[in-house]
Each structure stands twice: as structure tokens, then as C-alpha cells.
């Protein structure tokens, strides 16, 4: 197992990702919360490295973070990355000054020295015959003195401590960011680490996983009841349909439809699940309830809690009818666990609350079931189709708690939830329907490998967003005035950065003469052309 310890950084679940996508299993623990797991690994012998990653704090603070001092003790290889290397290098001696110059962003450091971690990996050489690598950096401090035992492993010449390395005991520090991907060679590096340096072994995969999974449920649980809160997301669809391999009728999902979902989306969970699997679930149509509390509230965040509030309740009400529930299980996946983690420490910045059906257990006096806390959004998935469930579903773009409810600028009304559903589902036929072409390379709208995916594949999110504004049009004769939707298409790996996604304009302009000439009501169609940052994905 690999042990990775936050200080803060953006980018920390990317460290974890490329290292399961080694099959090394890997968790992130705050750096203040480590040494209880790092202790536990390093006695079970089951530790085979620690990468500590990078962070906004500054080592020259009087008070900032450090790693615990086991870390260096353990007897295994340690990799710091950014802050991680600065703490590093301050914990074990060395010296670290506050840079006056911010570097970020794209840098070319020079190889030094021979390495275990770098030998062999670069991007070009200069004329002296010295490796080169394109890195990506993001720091304001830097090392000046390096602690004893180590080498010098890269240099820029801003940063004349690039990275450090002490071969010998396996301590290496890199200024940059290896598990980005504006680092080219970032995945040789970290494989360098976890896989050659550490010998981490690449044992961890999902049909393992299924039959584990199942067991440990079966155990936990007994001959007990439990409760699932069903959304038809991804992930309480694959806990559900998890859980309910290991004990079957014991489980009872409860689905709350607030009304705000996309088009025919309840009857297609219904179908999955209570038909095809045979999954007991109580379907609770609660449009009007939802429509009513939402009545005059027009805050985004407002609305958020209104939405969350009315959802735990109606929970509550339902699952208090099932008798003899013992657990509440829910669809937890490893970045819920870190982002939770961060926000308690006040390590993350809440943009905008996501609700779940936090707060339960206490209320209902029952145990919490979370069969994914330790997989991450592509294991899940892959979960999902192992244990059946259809591929389509299961590789559905993400889609909000409180649904169209933060898709509809401002109050939320019935009337307008079907203008925007009906439009949507025509953006995500289209989306689907429509494959990248040749053309569409040459134009760099995607890649040559791209060619003959459909655009709902090549996008990360798509969908529409209703705007309560109105505008003149005409058709045939007459003079219309109605209102716009706008379509959000968005290309991203972690969701925390977003590119707006370069489609066809024949696909956008199919999909606007479809969603007016089949949507009464809506005479006028906008592109979103915003990144985020600056702005969000969705627009409330
Ligand atoms: P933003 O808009 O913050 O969205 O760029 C990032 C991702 O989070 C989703 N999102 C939410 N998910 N409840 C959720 O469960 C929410 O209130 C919520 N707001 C945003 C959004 O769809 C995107 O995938």
C-alpha cells in the first residue's frame, strides 16, 4: 500500500489516481490525521511508500504543517512533491527560503546527476548532453540548502533545487507536479516511484474487489435490513446494486423524486432496478411537495438547502416505515471521503454546497453501510458493469443532487422544468447520436484517435440551462416572445477545472433547430463559451 499525505494540495486526488491506475492501492490521509494509519501499515508490514503532497501553506510560516516524523522512520521510500518536498526538506534539515518570484505553470528543468527515480525519463536533451524535462511547477518557496545525504536530481534556473534525492534511504523531493499531466513524463515518474523504488505490487482489481466486497457486507451486516437512498447516480445505482448482490431482499432502496430530474428518468430507474434486478425499491413521487417548498426562493445556495432539507425529510419518512432497518447505506466514494476530510480541517474551499443525505444516521439510530468509500469515480464504474448494470447508465455524465432545481436560473417552476427537460434530453440524443468525424480532427475540435466516438462520449458534462429571460422571435408569421436555454458542454478530468467543449457547429445547429422547432415555448438558443475557472459548470 502506498500512504499518501495531504497538505492541501488542488491536485492531491490526482496523486491517488495515477496510483491506482498502477492497481496499487493507495488512500490519502490530512497530514495532521496520518499517523494512526501510518503506524497500523507500517506494523501489518503492508506500507511500501509514503508520497506527501503538495500544499498552499509556506514552510517559512511560523506555524504550517509537517509531516509526521514517522514517515522518515518507516524504513520505506518517501516522495515529496512541491510543499511536500519543502516540509522534506525542512524536517530533515535542509533550509527553505520564500521565494520572491512565483513560478507557475510550465517550466523546463534539467536533469543532474543519476538518479533511480529519473534515470532514463526525459523529454529532449540540450547540447551538452543533459536530460530535459517539461514539468509543471507551482510554488512561491524553494529550497536553498538540502538536507545531509542528498543530491542535487534537477535544477531550473530560477530554482536551483529543483529536486533532491537521497537514493540510499529512498527520500525523493520534486518541486513540480508529476501527477499532473502538463508533466509529461509525471506517470513515468510516479511509476518509477510506487512501482520500481517502493516494489509496490499491482494486485488490486475489481473482480477481486466484487468478491471482497460482497463478503465483508455479508458479514457486516448479518441478517439485518438496510436502507438505501437511491438518486439513480452513478454511485448509489452501483452501491445499490452491490449491496443487493451480497444479501438481496434484505436491502430496501428508497427513491425520492423531487421533480427535478431529467426526462424520463424515473421510470428508467424503476425499470433497471425494480424490474430487471429484481431490487425492492418505494418510489416516492414527491414533485408537488418539492414545487411547493420552492415557491419564492430564488438563491442558488437558497435553493440548495431547501432542495437537501425537504429531501432528508422525505427520507426520513419513508425509510421510518420500513421496519427493522439496522443500516443506512449510501453511495460514499473515496473523493466524497477526502472532500469531507478537507472540509472538517478547513483544507478546502467550499465553492458551492453539495447536498447528500448527510445527518441521518443520527436521527434514524442507524448504522452507516458504505461499501465504495475506497474507490474512485472510474473504479466505481467499472463496478458497475461487473455486477450488470447497463453501460449506459453506469458512464452517464454526473448530474446534481438537486437537479434541474440548479439548472433553472432563479425560482424553480413546474412549467419550466419541462421546457428545459424536453430540451435537454434533444442536446443529449443529438450529443449521442453524433459521431466526430475526420473533418472534425482537422479542425481540432478532437483528437485523430477521437474519430468515430459520439460527442456525448467526448464530453465530461453536457446539458441545458433554462434562463428566465425572454427574448423576440419569429416564426412563420408570427411574432414570438419566449424564453432561451442555454447548452453547456464541458471537457475535464477532475471536474475542478473545465475546458467548454468545441463541437460541431453543424451539431449545435442541428440541436438549436430541433429544441425550437419541438419545444413550444423556447425560441432561442445560446452556446456556453466560459472555462472554469473563471466560471462554474453549472450556472447557479
Ligand atoms: P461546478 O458547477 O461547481 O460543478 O463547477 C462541479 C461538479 O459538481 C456538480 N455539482 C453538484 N453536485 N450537488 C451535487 O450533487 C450540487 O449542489 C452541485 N453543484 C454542482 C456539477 O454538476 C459538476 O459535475
Same mark, same amino acid.
Given at each position: 500500500? @502506498?500512504?499518501?499525505?495531504?497538505?492541501?494540495?488542488?491536485?492531491?486526488?490526482?496523486?491517488?489516481?495515477?496510483?491506482?491506475?498502477? $492497481?496499487?492501492?493507495?488512500?490519502?490521509?490530512?497530514?495532521?490525521?496520518?499517523?494512526?494509519? +501510518?503506524?497500523?501499515?507500517?506494523?501489518?508490514?503492508?506500507?511500501?511508500?509514503? @508520497?506527501?503532497?503538495?500544499?498552499?501553506?509556506?514552510?517559512?510560516?511560523?506555524?504550517?504543517?509537517?509531516?509526521?516524523? #514517522?514517515?522518515?522512520?518507516?524504513?520505506?521510500? &518517501?516522495?515529496?512533491?512541491?510543499?511536500?518536498?519543502?516540509?522534506?526538506?525542512? $524536517?530533515?534539515?535542509?533550509?527553505?527560503? =520564500?521565494?520572491?518570484?512565483?513560478?507557475?505553470?510550465?517550466?523546463?528543468?534539467?536533469?543532474?546527476?543519476?538518479?533511480?527515480?529519473?534515470? /532514463?525519463?526525459?523529454?529532449?536533451?540540450?547540447?551538452?548532453?543533459?536530460?530535459?524535462?517539461?514539468?509543471?511547477?507551482?510554488?512561491?518557496?524553494? &529550497?536553498?540548502?538540502?538536507?545531509?545525504?542528498?543530491?542535487?536530481?534537477?535544477?531550473?534556473?530560477?530554482?536551483?533545487?529543483?529536486?533532491?534525492?537521497?537514493?540510499?534511504?529512498?527520500?525523493?523531493?520534486?518541486?513540480?507536479?508529476?501527477?499532473?499531466?502538463?508533466?509529461?513524463?509525471?506517470?513515468?515518474?510516479?511509476?518509477?516511484?510506487?512501482?520500481?523504488?517502493?516494489?509496490? !505490487?499491482?494486485?488490486?482489481?475489481?473482480?477481486?474487489?466484487?468478491?471482497?466486497?460482497?463478503?465483508?457486507?455479508?458479514?457486516?451486516?448479518? $441478517?439485518?435490513?438496510?436502507?438505501?437512498?437511491?438518486?439513480? /447516480?452513478?454511485?448509489?445505482?452501483?452501491?445499490?446494486? #452491490?449491496?443487493?448482490?451480497?444479501?438481496?431482499?434484505?436491502?430496501?432502496?428508497?427513491?425520492?423524486?423531487?421533480?427535478?430530474?431529467?426526462? *424520463?428518468?424515473?421510470?428508467? &430507474?424503476?425499470?433497471?432496478?425494480?424490474?430487471?434486478?429484481?431490487?425492492?425499491?418505494?418510489?416516492?413521487?414527491?414533485?408537488?411537495?418539492?414545487?411547493?417548498? +420552492?415557491?419564492?426562493?430564488?438563491?442558488?445556495?437558497?435553493?440548495?438547502?431547501?432542495?437537501?432539507?425537504?429531501?432528508?425529510?422525505?427520507?426520513?419518512?419513508?425509510?421510518?416505515?420500513?421496519?427493522?432497518?439496522?443500516?443506512?447505506?449510501?453511495?460514499?466514494?473515496?473523493?466524497?471521503? @477526502?472532500?469531507?476530510?478537507?472540509?472538517?480541517?478547513?483544507?478546502?474551499?467550499?465553492?458551492?454546497?453539495?447536498? *447528500?443525505?448527510?445527518?441521518?444516521?443520527?436521527?434514524?439510530?442507524?448504522?452507516?453501510?458504505?461499501?465504495?468509500?475506497?474507490?474512485?469515480?472510474?473504479?466505481?464504474?467499472?463496478?458497475?458493469?461487473?455486477?450488470?448494470?447497463?453501460?449506459?447508465?453506469?458512464?452517464?455524465?454526473?448530474?446534481?443532487?438537486?437537479?434541474?432545481?440548479?439548472?433553472? #436560473?432563479?425560482?424553480?417552476? =413546474?412549467?419550466?422544468?419541462? +421546457?428545459?427537460?424536453?430540451?435537454?434530453?434533444?442536446?443529449?440524443?443529438?450529443?449521442?447520436?453524433?459521431?466526430?468525424?475526420?473533418?472534425?480532427?482537422?479542425?481540432? #475540435?478532437?483528437?485523430?484517435?477521437?474519430?468515430? !466516438?459520439?460527442?456525448?462520449?467526448?464530453?465530461?458534462?453536457?446539458?441545458?440551462?433554462?434562463?428566465?429571460?425572454?427574448?423576440?422571435?419569429?416564426?412563420?408569421?408570427?411574432?414570438?416572445?419566449?424564453?432561451?436555454?442555454?447548452?453547456?458542454?464541458?471537457?475535464?478530468?477532475?471536474?475542478?477545472?473545465?475546458?467548454?467543449?468545441?463541437? %460541431?457547429?453543424?451539431? +449545435?445547429?442541428?440541436?438549436? *433547430? !430541433?429544441?425550437?422547432?419541438?419545444?413550444?415555448?423556447?425560441?432561442?438558443?445560446?452556446?456556453?463559451?466560459?472555462?472554469?475557472? %473563471?466560471?462554474?459548470?453549472?450556472?447557479?
Amino acid at each position: 500500500k @502506498i500512504l499518501i499525505i495531504d497538505f492541501g494540495s488542488q491536485v492531491t486526488q490526482l496523486i491517488a489516481r495515477r496510483v491506482r491506475e498502477m $492497481q496499487v492501492f493507495c488512500e490519502i490521509h490530512p497530514y495532521d490525521g496520518a499517523e494512526e494509519t +501510518l503506524k497500523a501499515w507500517t506494523d501489518e508490514k503492508s506500507l511500501r511508500g509514503v @508520497i506527501l503532497s503538495g500544499g498552499p501553506s509556506s514552510v517559512t510560516e511560523a506555524e504550517t504543517p509537517r509531516a509526521p516524523h #514517522l514517515v522518515f522512520e518507516a524504513g520505506v521510500p &518517501v516522495l515529496g512533491i512541491c510543499y511536500g518536498m519543502q516540509t522534506m526538506a525542512e $524536517q530533515l534539515g535542509g533550509a527553505v527560503d =520564500a521565494g520572491h518570484v512565483r513560478e507557475f505553470g510550465h517550466a523546463r528543468v534539467r536533469a543532474r546527476g543519476h538518479t533511480k527515480l529519473l534515470e /532514463g525519463i526525459e523529454d529532449a536533451r540540450n547540447e551538452e548532453g543533459h536530460g530535459l524535462l517539461d514539468v509543471w511547477m507551482s510554488h512561491g518557496d524553494k &529550497v536553498t540548502q538540502m538536507p545531509e545525504g542528498f543530491v542535487l536530481m534537477a535544477s531550473t534556473e530560477s530554482c536551483p533545487v529543483a529536486a533532491m534525492a537521497d537514493d540510499w534511504r529512498g527520500f525523493y523531493g520534486v518541486q513540480w507536479h508529476p501527477e499532473v499531466t502538463h508533466t509529461k513524463q509525471g506517470s513515468a515518474m510516479l511509476q518509477r516511484f510506487v512501482i520500481d523504488i517502493c516494489k509496490a !505490487r499491482g494486485d488490486w482489481t475489481m473482480p477481486g474487489f466484487v468478491d471482497e466486497a460482497v463478503s465483508r457486507i455479508r458479514e457486516q451486516v448479518g $441478517q439485518d435490513r438496510v436502507i438505501l437512498g437511491l438518486s439513480g /447516480g452513478v454511485d448509489s445505482s452501483v452501491a445499490a446494486a #452491490l449491496i443487493h448482490r451480497a444479501i438481496g431482499d434484505q436491502l430496501t432502496c428508497v427513491f425520492v423524486d423531487h421533480g427535478l430530474l431529467r426526462l *424520463n428518468e424515473a421510470e428508467q &430507474v424503476m425499470d433497471i432496478f425494480a424490474r430487471n434486478l429484481g431490487v425492492r425499491v418505494v418510489h416516492v413521487d414527491a414533485s408537488a411537495e418539492f414545487m411547493g417548498e +420552492l415557491v419564492g426562493v430564488s438563491d442558488p445556495e437558497a435553493k440548495r438547502k431547501v432542495i437537501g432539507r425537504e429531501f432528508v425529510h422525505l427520507f426520513q419518512r419513508e425509510a421510518g416505515k420500513i421496519e427493522d432497518a439496522k443500516w443506512l447505506a449510501q453511495g460514499t466514494i473515496y473523493p466524497d471521503v @477526502i472532500e469531507s476530510a478537507g472540509a472538517k480541517g478547513k483544507k478546502a474551499h467550499t465553492i458551492k454546497s453539495h447536498h *447528500n443525505v448527510g445527518g441521518l444516521p443520527d436521527t434514524l439510530h442507524l448504522k452507516l453501510l458504505e461499501p465504495l468509500r475506497d474507490l474512485f469515480k472510474d473504479e466505481v464504474r467499472e463496478l458497475g458493469v461487473a455486477l450488470g448494470l447497463p453501460r449506459e447508465m453506469v458512464y452517464r455524465h454526473p448530474f446534481p443532487g438537486p437537479g434541474l432545481g440548479v439548472r433553472i #436560473l432563479g425560482e424553480v417552476k =413546474a412549467e419550466h422544468a419541462d +421546457l428545459l427537460r424536453r430540451a435537454d434530453a434533444i442536446f443529449i440524443e443529438e450529443l449521442r447520436g453524433t459521431k466526430a468525424t475526420a473533418r472534425d480532427a482537422a479542425a481540432d #475540435l478532437c483528437a485523430e484517435g477521437d474519430v468515430g !466516438r459520439n460527442w456525448y462520449d467526448l464530453t465530461s458534462q453536457a446539458f441545458a440551462v433554462f434562463l428566465p429571460v425572454r427574448s423576440v422571435g419569429v416564426m412563420g408569421d408570427g411574432r414570438t416572445y419566449e424564453h432561451v436555454v442555454a447548452l453547456r458542454a464541458v471537457q475535464t478530468s477532475d471536474f475542478m477545472t473545465a475546458h467548454w467543449a468545441h463541437l %460541431p457547429h453543424e451539431l +449545435l445547429g442541428r440541436v438549436s *433547430n !430541433r429544441i425550437i422547432n419541438e419545444v413550444r415555448g423556447l425560441n432561442r438558443v445560446v452556446y456556453d463559451i466560459s472555462g472554469k475557472p %473563471p466560471a462554474t459548470i453549472e450556472w447557479e
